[in-house]
């Protein structure tokens, strides 16, 4: 079975500042996806970035990039130079690649400070 | 606008009564998923079709929920008998065979 745990419930960040939320999951398959979902209050799930079980390289799009520790199974999402615009719920999901059914952490509250 | 749509956004029903979700995936997308979103919880996965076969079921999906993609195309969910308990904000999704999944801005179900 696949389970993704986010210990941090919410989490405050000045504007402009970077902030990392945290990711650990757990599998027996060997390849899988790690993904990152941005919710805000209107209720959308809105993907920002993947990571794939083999990829050597950690995932960047924009501001966001997954800090992958295959070993560790950790998938840390990294937002950088943080807008208010940013605050919302993010989570984190992974999905074994021969597999369709995502599994999702209970999620983190970011705010952004001004 | 050519995302996943999601009708109606907000169902305020009674208890008993009997509702149902629709569903438009993006249109190239032969894989459309329900999941379940309850208050301060990461969403839940219901079901998955691939084009209009029901591949996949979660133990969450009781006798009182059906699911339906007739045409492999749009997908309704449709609960009976609602109880409190089903109050929860209901997203559907699509794909393909890339990476990820996109999702429906989720229709709220309050059950009163």
């Known amino acids: 079975a696949q389970k993704i745990t986010q210990t941090q419930p919410g989490m405050f960040v000045q504007e402009k500042e970077a902030v990392t939320l945290d990711c650990t999951y757990d599998t027996s398959d060997q390849s899988y996806g790690l993904f990152w979902y941005k919710q805000p209050s209107s209720g959308e799930m809105i993907f920002l970035i993947y990571?794939?079980?083999?990829?050597?390289q950690n995932a960047t799009e924009g501001r966001y990039s997954l800090n992958f520790q295959k070993a560790r199974k950790s998938a840390n999402l990294v937002i950088s130079a943080s807008q208010l615009g940013d605050s919302a719920m993010y989570f984190c999901?992974?999905?074994?690649?021969?597999?369709?059914?995502?599994?999702f952490g209970p999620g983190t509250r970011l705010s952004v400070l001004p | 606008d050519t995302g996943v749509s999601q009708d109606p956004r907000h169902k305020i029903t009674k208890r008993g009564q009997n509702v149902t979700f629709r569903c438009d995936p993006i249109?190239?997308?032969?894989?459309l998923y329900w999941y379940r979103q309850t208050l301060g919880q990461g969403p839940e996965f219901l079901t998955y079709?691939?084009?209009?076969?029901?591949?996949?079921k979660s133990r969450l999906l009781s006798d009182r929920f059906s699911a339906e993609r007739p045409k492999g195309s749009f997908s309704t969910l449709e609960i009976q008998r609602t109880e409190q308990g089903d109050s929860a904000m209901y997203l559907c999704a699509s794909d393909t065979s890339g990476n990820t999944i996109y999702f429906g801005e989720g229709s709220w179900l309050t059950v009163v």
């Open positions: 249109s190239e997308h032969n894989r």
């Open positions: 999901a992974m999905r074994a690649n021969y597999g369709q059914n995502f599994v």
């Open positions: 079709f691939q084009n209009e076969a029901q591949l996949e």
């Open positions: 990571q794939g079980s083999y990829d050597e």
